[in-house]
């Protein structure tokens, strides 16, 4: 029989972390610290669209709107990251008694859906940001994700109906 390796680190009162000085354990360890290689970044960096916000009375405000662009390369990626995404639960489902009936044929068809449908975004808004021509409050508003213009938003104060729209 093999002896058993020594692996028991000396006692450190003060350690933070749990000792586990196996060489298995190390290896493993070490391998995670590792960084990952650098990765092409997902999207361009957000561009600012000036756009005019109008409510019902006052003077119309100019509002701003973050768009994040993608080129075909980010496209691609965003699109085989949201079929892995679906297609990882449609394994994991596959474990489910009786579910996975239901669960993986919808994740695999959805995880194809999703592929196709990102492959052609190219532009997401990411927030916008202004003043409510009605109450003068200065805020973030709550946008969907498609870039589609005109856009209503609400108002977070007054909770008026507001339109955001390209500067006339
Ligand atoms: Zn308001």
Do not use: N
Not at 13 to 19: K, M, Q, R
Not at 51 to 59: D, F, K, P, R
């Amino acid at each position: 029989m093999a002896a058993q390796p020594k692996c028991l680190p000396p006692l450190d009162l003060g350690a933070v972390e749990p000792p586990s000085a196996c060489a298995v354990h190390r290896r493993v360890r070490s391998h995670d610290r590792e960084t990952p290689p650098a990765e092409p970044p997902s999207e361009s960096p957000a561009a600012l669209r000036v756009l005019q916000l109008s409510g019902y009375h006052g003077q119309p405000t100019s509002a701003g709107l973050l768009v994040a662009r993608f080129d075909a390369g980010q496209r691609m990626r965003r699109a085989v990251k949201g079929l892995a995404g679906f297609w990882g639960a449609m394994v994991v489902s596959v474990f489910l008694p009786v579910a996975h009936f239901v669960l993986v044929p919808s994740f695999f068809f959805f995880g194809i859906y999703q592929f196709f449908k990102r492959l052609r975004v190219s532009e997401l808004v990411r927030g916008a940001h202004g003043v409510c021509p009605d109450c003068g409050a200065e805020q973030d508003f709550e946008t969907g994700a498609r870039l589609a213009l005109p856009m209503s938003v609400r108002c977070a104060k007054c909770h008026r109906g507001l339109t955001l729209a390209e500067v006339a």
